[in-house]
């Protein structure tokens, strides 16, 4: 009763796209596990983007043993994207991603109505999946109650699997552990990248959800290691735009129980993850794709370039772990 109720709300393109998701929920589950880039923008010199540059970073990393690339996420400058060029970058990556590849495309509104449409959208633009952030604006209002109906009616419209995604950092809100768990026995719900870095959160829910289909993806190369330790199936991390060979080769380890080597590796890379995350940001994270011979290049305003001081930080993170 509760469920058609939602149905007659959100119309017959909804339930058409219902139809699709349930046909698709009796077929084998979507299997996340491995390594992506959430994938940076280039930008032309008048702030559009460069789709020739893109593509040439692409080229590059169909060439490492990535699980696929996941496109519109923070890192990618998405809410400095109009809707039109979020879904063409989506196209776009379709089009050059090797076959065999994951495409996760986020597709997180503020509001649920919104965030449907957006879903439909990257599904028919060639996503495999969708990464959805939680919708904040009016964070003291976000309650479990009202996050739990939100994903759920996202997850009954949506032709493709959807991924939940917290990331407190910026978002201001954390999705409560509770919701993680009830929203994971939706048939369409399939797993969640938690970029909060609290393992002991993380491992609760591997351990909530262990009797659902349910998996999780550490949200920053910082704490990959320890994601693994707890049941996390892979990693959407920033730093894999730098360094993607060393985080697939640190997976490799974690997966071969080699936890030593992986201990060594993971060590070197907390430096470099938290100066082009947390510390710097997105403008960081570009400056180091370019010195590893990515194309990077400038943020879209009102992001600023880094300072001479804050580019010598960076490049003192990087060499003092022996990447540079």
């Known amino acids: ?19 699709r998701t349930h046909s698709r929920a009796a077929a084998a589950r979507l299997d996340l596990s491995g390594i992506y880039p959430p994938i940076a923008t280039p930008f032309t010199a008048g702030e559009e983007v460069d789709h020739r540059k893109l593509e040439e970073n692409l080229h590059k990393y169909a060439q490492m043993p990535f699980k696929g690339l996941v496109v519109q996420g923070s890192n990618g400058e998405y809410p400095y994207l109009t809707e039109e060029e ?8 379709r089009r050059a991603l090797p076959p065999g590849k994951l495409l996760m495309a986020g597709s997180g509104c503020e509001s649920t109505r919104a965030t449907v449409q957006l879903t439909e959208k990257m599904a028919a633009a060639g996503a495999d999946a969708v990464l959805v952030l939680t919708p904040c604006f009016y964070k003291g209002r976000m309650d479990g109650c009202a996050l739990v109906q939100h994903y759920t009616k996202v997850a009954d419209c949506s032709p493709v699997p959807v991924v939940l995604y917290n990331v407190p950092a910026n978002t201001g809100l954390d999705l409560p552990l509770e919701a993680v768990v009830h929203l994971s026995q939706h048939p369409n719900i399939v797993g969640c990248k938690d970029s909060g870095g609290d393992i002991t959160r993380i491992g609760l829910i591997v351990h909530k959800t262990q009797t659902q289909d349910f998996q999780v993806l550490a949200g920053s190369a910082g704490f990959l290691m320890a994601a693994y330790c707890v049941g996390a199936v892979g990693g959407v991390c920033a730093l894999a735009n730098v360094l993607g060979r060393e985080l697939c080769e640190l997976q490799r380890l974690c997966w071969l129980g080699r936890w030593e080597e992986a201990r060594v590796l993971q060590q070197r890379l907390i430096e470099p993850n938290a100066a082009v995350t947390r510390k710097l940001g997105v ?17 879209r305003s009102p992001l ?10 960076l490049r003192r993170e990087f060499a003092s772990n022996g990447w540079l």
């Open 1 to 19: 009763m509760q469920r058609a109720r939602v149905w007659r709300n959100l119309g017959p393109l909804c339930l058409a796209a219902w139809s």
């Open 86 to 93: 979020q879904v063409e970058v989506v196209r776009a990556v």
């Open 283 to 299: 403008p960081a994270l570009k400056q180091a794709m370019e010195w590893f011979g990515f194309h990077g290049g400038a943020c």
């Open 304 to 313: 600023q370039p880094l300072t001479a001081a804050e580019t010598e930080q």
